[in-house]
Each structure stands twice: as C-alpha cells, then as structure tokens.
C-alpha cells in the first residue's frame, strides 16, 4: 500500500540553525501539507501546496519557514533559523485530485532545536 | 474560527466494552470530518471521511456517525490493539487545511 515517508524520522539542531525536514508524497497525489504537532498539544496546519506554489498558510507559517518540491518526488519544509519553540514532530501529508481533503500522513520527523 | 472539541479526553475499556466518542464542531461551511487514529510517535492514520449529516461509515469494530453538530466514533467490542489516540478534524469553507481536536486517548484492557 502507498505511504508517505519522511526523513530524517528524528533532527536534532542548535538554535539559530537552519533544517530541512524532506518528504516523498505518495506518487499520484498532487496536494501536500505540512502540520506540526507540539509535545501534549493538537496537530496544527502549517501549510499547502498545489501546482508549485503555496495554496494556503497559518499564522505559524511565517518568513522562517518556506516548503518546495524541488524534483517530481520530493517536498521540502526548511526552517530558516530555528528557534526552541520549533521544537515538534512535523508530519506531512498528501491527497489526490478530486479527493484533496483526504490526507494521509506520513510518520513524523521529530524536530529538537536546543 | 473553526473549532473542534473531543470528549472524553481519556477512555479507559475493558476488552468487549463497547463506547462511543465524541466530537463536536463549530464551522462554517463544513467540507468534511474525518478521523484518523494515531499511535504514540506516530502519524496519524486515515480511518473515515463524512461529508453530510446522517451519513455513516464503517471497519471492522469502528462505526463513524456525523449531525449537524457533532460526530460519534463508536467502538464495538474493542480489542487492546485498538488502544490508541482517536483525532477528530475538520475542513470548511473552500480550504481544504484540517483543523483537529486534542483527540481521546483509548485505553483497552484485558
């Protein structure tokens, strides 16, 4: 069965640095998404993206933060210059065209910013 | 704001103790309501998609109902391997982003 997959699944960073958190999309999906999940706390969104550009970003998304696909697999989130409260699990997620609010998961990376 | 409330926070069943779960939105322009299931340090895990009230879905012990205001993931003789946090979310308007509630967190005893 098609699964999202991440690497790296744990990302241990010094404050101040910057991380890039990769995904590969299940392969005839067309819609991704970025969400975090603070220790204890609800997933949140962060971000979508459709036809190369960003579809829709929250209030966390800020100039920190910036998501690509730079090849016909990947999708990238890159945090500029992490912070301690960036500190999560990062998930991304995909859908298909004509179902795009189905979105399935893939494992996480767990992201440490010390 | 879409917002999306869970209860119980925790559940704590026996094994064969059927239960339901709740989870009440307030949106505007509902999409859909889906619930995922989520193990600890794990993503979480497609279960059901609603789109409109009255609408039921079904897998194997898990019974998903949606109303206009709230939804019901119910759990018929539950098995420990169903011990897991269910999320509920929401997508309104013309977003297709999910807004999820804190989830319950399902314990299932022998």
């Known amino acids: 069965e098609p699964e999202v997959t991440q690497t790296p699944s744990h990302q241990v960073t010094q404050m101040g640095q910057e991380v890039i958190l990769r995904c590969v999309p299940i392969s005839n999906h067309l819609y991704f998404y970025w969400y975090r999940q603070i220790l204890g706390q609800k997933v949140e969104f962060l971000v979508s993206?459709?036809?190369?550009?960003?579809?829709?970003k929250s209030e966390i998304f800020d100039d920190q933060f910036s998501v690509e696909r730079p090849d016909g697999s990947n999708f990238t989130l890159k945090i500029r210059s992490t912070k301690l409260e960036d500190s999560a699990m990062y998930f991304c997620a995909s859908s298909e065209v004509g179902r795009q609010d189905t979105q399935y998961f893939g494992p996480g990376t767990r992201l440490t910013v010390l | 704001e879409d917002q999306v409330t869970q209860s119980p926070e925790a559940l704590r069943l026996q094994e064969g103790e059927s239960s339901s779960l709740n989870c009440s939105y307030t949106v505007s322009g509902l999409r859909g309501l889906f619930w995922y299931r989520q193990d600890p340090g794990k993503g979480p895990e497609f279960l059901f998609t609603l789109y409109s009230a009255g609408e039921e879905k079904e897998k194997e012990r898990l019974k998903a109902t949606l109303t206009k205001k709230e939804s019901f993931l119910h759990i018929t003789a539950p098995k420990p391997e169903d011990s897991a946090t269910y999320l509920c979310a929401v997508s309104a308007g013309t977003a297709s982003k999910l807004t999820f509630g804190t989830g319950t967190r399902l314990q299932v005893t022998l």
């Open positions: 993206f459709y036809n190369n550009e960003i579809s829709e």
